[in-house]
């Protein structure tokens, strides 16, 4: 079995955003390898790579839709199905521009290439976190602790022009998004992709398994 493993010739900083966010009380009240997580800076561009298993993939028919027509803007939005038991990465660099870190998630699938998910996390905004999926759409997060680890969920959806953040109305928005990373033992965690819609349901859930950093 493989682990992540960070670039070596890089430092690892302590890193206190995620807690910030959170608050000091509700930081303190999670998981230790939740903290350890979420609790470290990557120096030097360097990335650390978690590796897993899809064990959950399901779309109602208006959720595989939008998921298709999300396509267009990089496909921000898990598709196919077929990546249930197939192998799944996520690695995060840090962002020492922007400060803030790039996500990629890469999703196996029964055939053809794997998809492949990219967005930016800044810390920013009303909300302190924000998430860019790139076509200059983005969304405000609310982060909370919770007894099993963190919950990320939208706020609002933006479009950036320039220097100035739009907010799409209701209209525009494909639901509510809610994302989870919850521990469970043993260095492993859990992260679950939630898109609800108060017309359509649920739209989209996937579950994938991961496995956790070996120094």
């Known amino acids: ?13 302590r890193d206190g955003r995620f807690r910030d966010l959170v608050g000091e009380a509700a930081w303190n009240s999670l998981p230790a390898a939740v903290q350890r997580r979420f609790g470290k800076r ?4 360097a990335s650390v790579v978690y590796q897993g298993t899809v064990v959950t993939m399901r779309m109602n028919p208006a959720g595989w839709l939008l ?9 921000p939005l898990p598709y196919d199905m077929s990546s249930v038991n ?3 990465v996520v690695s995060v660099t840090e962002d020492c521009a922007g400060e803030g870190q790039f996500w990629i998630r890469q999703y196996g699938r ?5 998809q492949v998910i990219h967005s930016s996390k800044r810390f920013a905004g009303p909300t302190g976190i924000e998430e860019y999926i790139g076509a200059g759409i983005g969304m405000a997060l609310r982060v909370t602790a ?11 959806y933006f479009i950036q022009l320039g220097y100035r953040k739009l907010r799409l109305p209701a209209w525009l928005r494909p ?41």
Do not use: Y
Request: hydrophobic share 40%.
């Open 110 to 114: 029964a055939a053809g290439f794997p």
């Open 146 to 156: 919770d007894p099993d680890g963190l919950l990320f969920e939208s706020d609002h």
């Open 175 to 215: 639901g509510a998004l809610t994302i989870a990373h919850k521990e469970r033992g043993n260095g492993r965690f859990l992260f679950s992709l939630t898109l609800k819609s108060r017309l359509f349901g649920e739209l989209v859930h996937q579950d994938a398994l991961f496995h956790d950093v070996e120094a």
């Open 67 to 75: 998921a298709q027509l999300a396509r267009l803007l990089g496909g």
């Open 42 to 45: 990557l120096t030097g561009g």
């Open 86 to 88: 197939q192998p799944a």
């Open 1 to 13: 079995m493989r682990h992540e493993r960070p670039i070596p010739t890089a430092p690892i900083l």
